[in-house]
């Protein structure tokens, strides 16, 4: 292979910031302080600052971790960074999929297709090694001014006030103070500064181990995601196989929950099980991890002026992808409501809906993926025998297929909001309020075709009103953001999936957040009724 | 109520037998397999988690009942 143009840089500098200069009365006072540059903190730096909002951006290391660690990134996730201006990059670099097979020892019960329809920008996933999309994002925090990146600065106190937050901050030259408005921490599942704050993170742990391998090879195996119970090489147990990009397959072994961690790791006893599987032993090993697992989560995801996103605040099992990209949802979920904060549009109340909306999706994440372990590592006999017989059924029944769990994968939350306004026009279809906008492919008037995804990004990815063609354009309040599809001048929606999944009718209208979630929608949208969703949006009513 | 706990079958021993002999010549453990699968292929047909939340509470009731019961004799 030529030299791997996507091949991004994950060492980075240590420099001291004049920041560093300052103490006591004259420490440098921030609007935002992320600590953390995971996925999530650099996601979370780059939309701030899309939104002109000046970031200090906190990392412990100088390096991008090792390892694939979270490798599948959803639809949703890729929206989000498509707003970030990565999108792109991360589907170029990425192994698209969207079909996923379920064997049962050596015969296959069912296969799933997560995309199943045409006409979305995105798929329904891609894989991708966490250490690339964090360089990525790396690079464009590098493109944008407004964010600071600090490498080797890592919190080690916090006190909070009442109209900010005092942060020391170590380095390898001594520690120093800084003042900030807010401080979003990202900063892990074990993070310093939840601890800190003093917050609880309590939630079930599950005994069974799981070994995670990155192996290397060159085979033609189909991009799916595969995934056995009882497999013949892995007897009693669950395997898991997943394609990422550079000809790295990761695999996942369920072990026996009294298996020795240590001696499980070594290359010399996973080799044997891995060509078992494989059925060659044409593969190098890349990784190699062993791990245990938790969900749980925090009981309130803000603490006065210190706000919690990613891992730090929630934790779930890996089978669902539902860490990083319900990480990524925090993000998208946090910036806007912080950015009109900060520029006292809303009031900081609005803050406090980040918690409802992300804490009720973890609480959805983590049964979701609670219930994946639970039937892939039964607890009881019976519960086993239960387990045993959806399995056995979903060889000939359409309803045991159903009901056969390795890992219901993520998809965006529905949010039962105090920024949503209720439904009053009798609607059959489309998205309510509080859920994720449905892209579909449009025409633009020049004849370039787009999609609805992109076209709200070129609104401002702020509030915008989605509407559908009926004459005349609707009266828009100052600042909010128009998509016309249908009618004079509007964007053409040739395929018709636009109007079928809005379920829209001439004059119909969607409010859509910055988050390119619905806040209300109406069949004819009048000033009035239009005007109270947007305050309700913005918390201000 | 959503549960029907009244008599549904035309004729309730037919019913009773035909369950009493799926599970004749079977071990204990083939017996508590075929209950585990006959209770999915039934849960699935009533389709409404209502009604099977009220039958598991009812047996579950049962149970419990029993359980009360064996612990009063024991006394």
Not at chain 1, 6 to 31: I, L, M
């Amino acid at each position: 292979m030529a030299a791997n143009t996507a091949q991004a840089k994950t060492q980075f500098g240590y420099r001291r910031h004049p920041d560093q200069e300052r103490s006591g009365a004259n420490v440098a006072e921030h609007p935002v302080v992320v600590v953390g540059a995971g996925p999530v903190g650099l996601s979370l730096a780059i939309d701030l600052a899309q939104r002109g909002q000046r970031v200090v951006l906190l990392d412990d290391a100088d390096r991008i971790g090792e390892g694939s660690r979270a490798i599948c990134f959803s639809k949703r996730s890729l929206e989000f960074w498509d707003r970030l201006g990565v999108g792109d990059r991360m589907v170029e670099k990425g192994v698209v999929w969207s079909v996923g097979k379920i064997f049962h020892g050596a015969s296959q019960l069912y296969q799933f297709n997560l995309l199943p329809e045409e006409g979305h920008k995105r798929p329904a996933f891609i894989n991708l090694q966490q250490f690339y999309a964090e360089a990525y994002l790396v690079d464009r925090v590098e493109q944008l001014p407004e964010i600071d990146l600090r490498w080797r600065n890592k919190v080690i106190a916090l006190e909070s006030r009442n109209d900010g937050v005092a942060l020391t901050i170590a380095t390898p030259e001594g520690s120093y103070q800084v003042r900030a408005s807010f401080v979003v921490a990202c900063d892990g599942a074990r993070s310093s500064l939840r601890q800190m704050v003093g917050a609880d993170f309590a939630g079930q742990v599950f005994e069974d181990q799981f070994l995670i391998a990155d192996v290397k090879m060159t085979a033609a195996f189909p991009t799916e995601r595969w995934f056995w119970f009882d497999p013949p090489f892995h007897a009693g147990r669950s395997a898991l196989l997943h394609k990422q990009p550079d000809d790295i397959w990761r695999i996942d072994l369920q072990l026996n929950p009294d298996a020795d961690p240590v001696a499980e790791k070594q290359p010399e006893n996973v080799r044997p099980r891995i060509e078992r599987m494989l059925g060659h032993d044409k593969f190098e090993f890349e990784w190699i991890s062993l791990y245990k697992f938790q969900c749980r989560r925090m009981a309130k995801f803000i603490h006065g002026r210190v706000i919690f996103a990613g891992d730090s605040a929630h934790q779930v099992s890996p089978f669902g992808a539902r860490g990083a990209n319900s990480g990524l949802e925090d993000a998208e979920n946090l910036a806007w409501k912080l950015d009109r904060v900060l520029r006292r549009l809303s009031p900081e109340s609005l803050l406090e809906t980040y918690h409802i909306e992300r804490s009720a999706a973890a609480d959805e994440n983590i049964r979701e993926s609670t219930r994946s372990t639970d039937f892939m590592a039964p607890v009881t006999r019976q519960e086993a025998r239960l387990r045993e017989a959806v399995l056995s059924l979903a060889k000939d029944t359409e309803f045991g297929k159903r009901m056969v769990n390795g890992g219901r994968l993520s998809v965006p939350s529905v949010y039962d909001t105090p920024l949503s306004s209720g439904d009053r026009d009798d609607w059959r279809g489309g998205p309510r309020p509080g859920t994720s906008m449905p892209d579909a492919p449009v025409t633009e008037q020049g004849g370039g075709s787009s999609y609805l995804t992109d076209v709200f990004i070129r609104q401002g990815t702020r509030f915008t009103l989605l509407e559908f063609g009926n004459g005349t354009a609707a009266d828009v309040p100052e600042g909010v953001g128009s998509i016309r599809v249908g009618g004079e001048g509007g964007l053409v929606d040739a395929q018709g999936l636009a109007g079928k999944r809005y379920d829209a009718e001439p004059g119909t209208a969607y409010l859509l957040r910055p988050d390119g979630y619905v806040a209300a929608r109406f069949r004819n949208a009048a000033r009035p009724p239009l005007d109270a969703a947007l305050a309700r949006a913005s918390g201000v009513s | 109520m959503a549960l029907s706990t009244s008599s549904n079958f035309a004729k309730p021993d037919d019913a009773f037998r035909a369950i009493v002999e799926a599970h004749r010549g079977l071990t204990e453990a083939q017996s508590a397999d075929l209950d585990a699968a006959l209770v999915l292929v039934l849960a699935n047909h009533i389709g409404d988690l209502d009604v099977l939340r009220e039958a598991i509470a009812l047996a579950k009731r049962r149970t419990l009942d029993a359980s009360q019961q064996q612990q009063q004799q024991q006394q």
